[in-house]
């Protein structure tokens, strides 16, 4: 059973960075990817980057594409997601997500951190 961790959100100004974290444990499989979803306010949950288990593969919504970089580091089982020049319409909570196959439809992902709070004040 993998769990994950997400850390790193908080209360920004607009303009702002933030690094998100998620620590990853009791994986087994040797390939996966991870993903970072967002839910806004009264909205559905949405993708906004993944990365695969090398770290060679990375994709990204078209609205964060050049604010937000996802990395990953594997000697800490960790994945991040580098936020720059945030924007109010940026504020959610922030879950990671980790499944076997590289996509950004949240159902093919099997596990699921609690989330992380992200806001942006304008």
């Known amino acids: 059973q993998v769990q994950l961790v997400e850390s790193g959100g908080g209360l920004v100004p607009a303009g702002g960075s933030l690094r998100l974290s998620c620590a990853a444990s009791?994986?087994?499989?040797?390939?996966?990817?991870t993903g970072w979803f967002l839910r806004a306010p009264g909205k559905e949950r949405e993708f906004v980057a993944v990365?695969?288990?090398?770290?060679?593969?990375?994709l990204y919504t078209n609205p964060v594409k050049g604010r937000f970089t996802i990395s990953r580091d594997n000697a800490k089982n960790t994945v991040y997601l580098h936020m720059n020049s945030l924007k109010p319409e940026d504020t959610a909570v922030y879950y990671c997500?980790?499944?076997?196959?590289?996509?950004?439809?949240?159902?093919?992902?099997?596990?699921w951190g609690q989330g992380t709070q992200v806001t942006v004040s304008s």
């Open positions: 997500a980790e499944g076997r196959l590289f996509d950004t439809r949240d159902r093919m992902y099997s596990y």
């Open positions: 009791g994986r087994t499989f040797s390939t996966y990817a």
């Open positions: 990365i695969d288990w090398s770290g060679l593969n990375t």
